[in-house]
């Protein structure tokens, strides 16, 4: 019924940007609101930056200032441009989206940052 789909990760060097996007497929007619997780090997998933079908945002706190979420008016589709990316950024970046108090995930795509 729900299929969430991420892309645009890759390789790229520290100071360096990309750009994550999101689409949701749903087949129940409404907008929802939509995360960006991350998570690296043994380590729990962290929240990266939300976003509400008002447009309200939040963000980690290793990521005010450098990335920028948003969405597409109307869609479940969002985006992460990411700036100034750092090693420590390298992780595994999923999108979330949550549909009557039911979440549904993404694959995930990498994103590596490195010289």
Same mark, same amino acid.
């Given at each position: 019924?729900?299929?969430?789909? %991420? ?11 990309? @750009?994550?996007?999101?689409?949701? $497929? ?5 907008? =929802? ?12 998933? %962290? ?6 079908? /008002? ?8 990521? #005010? ?9 109307? #869609? /479940? ?5 990411? /700036? /100034?990316?750092?090693? %420590? ?6 999108? #979330?989206? @949550?549909?009557?108090? @039911?979440?549904? =995930? ?7 940052? $490195?010289?």
């Amino acid at each position: 019924q729900v299929q969430v789909v %991420e892309s645009g990760g890759g390789l790229v060097q520290p100071g360096g940007s990309l @750009r994550l996007s999101c689409v949701a $497929s749903v087949r129940i007619a409404g907008i =929802w609101p939509m995360v960006w997780y991350r998570q690296v090997p043994e380590k729990q998933r %962290e929240l990266v930056a939300s976003i509400h079908v /008002n447009g309200v945002t939040d963000y980690g706190d290793d990521v #005010k200032g450098r990335f920028t979420i948003s969405r597409e008016k109307g #869609k /479940n589709t969002m985006y992460l441009q990411m /700036n /100034n990316l750092q090693p %420590e950024d390298t992780a595994i970046y999923y999108c #979330k989206i @949550r549909i009557l108090q @039911r979440d549904y =995930w993404g694959q995930g795509t990498q994103v590596t940052v $490195s010289s």
